[in-house]
């Protein structure tokens, strides 16, 4: 798939750099072959990956603890 953002687009999320990336957000590949994106920067979208692993992140421990009980249940 090519890059087709045309040169000097700007990122529609800050709108200061210009867009690099077809942003599809919580989306996944059939949005993007589709033509649901948005133009984004390459920073905007690392940040926006790294906010929501941290959100992910804080529900392992959780996570975790119930898997443990479920597997002690089992025995």
Known sequence: MTNDIPKGTL???CGKRE????WVGSGGYTDLAHGYWSPW???CSIEAQIEHIKK???DLPGLEKRLAELVAKER
């Open 11 to 13: 990122c529609e999320n």
């Open 19 to 22: 867009a690099t990336i077809k």
């Open 41 to 43: 920067c390459e920073q």
């Open 56 to 58: 992910r992140m804080a």
